[in-house]
Nanobody, 118 residues
Framework: QVQLVESGGGLVQAGGSLRLACAAS????????VGWFRQAPGKERDFIAR???????TYADSMTGRFTISRDNAKNTVYLQMNSLKPEDTAVYYC????????????WGQGTQVTVSS
């Protein structure tokens, strides 16, 4: 069982930056793949990026360049650095965990709101 808690969301002006954090707890949580997703009002949830336990990363094509995923296994925390934010980045951001790339994401956090003002 893995528990995930996101933090770091808030209100930021266009062009600004935020760093989201996803704190994981539970057995072997540092071995899990962790992904970041976002869901804007009235839209489907979009994949942003994922990171393996050893630090390998994958990004959605549309998310490369402004978003960076990283992890600190000593703190059991995965981060999403977001730069040059745009109003269209406004969404609820979620982290999720899975045991491997062959599995579906099994554990989800409650989400953190990011609002980018123009």
């Amino acid at each position: 069982q893995v528990q995930l808690v996101e933090s770091g969301g808030g209100l930021v002006q266009a062009g600004g930056s935020l760093r989201l954090a996803c704190a994981a707890s539970g057995s072997s949580s540092s071995n899990y793949f962790v992904g970041w997703f976002r869901q804007a009002p009235g839209k489907e949830r979009d994949f942003i990026a994922r990171i393996s336990g050893s630090g390998g990363t994958t990004y959605a094509d549309s998310m490369t360049g402004r978003f960076t995923i990283s992890r600190d296994n000593a703190k059991n925390t995965v981060y999403l650095q977001m730069n040059s934010l745009k109003p269209e980045d406004t969404a609820v951001y979620y982290c999720a965990a899975k045991i491997s790339d062959r599995h579906e994401y099994e554990y989800w956090g409650q989400g953190t709101q990011v609002t980018v003002s123009s």
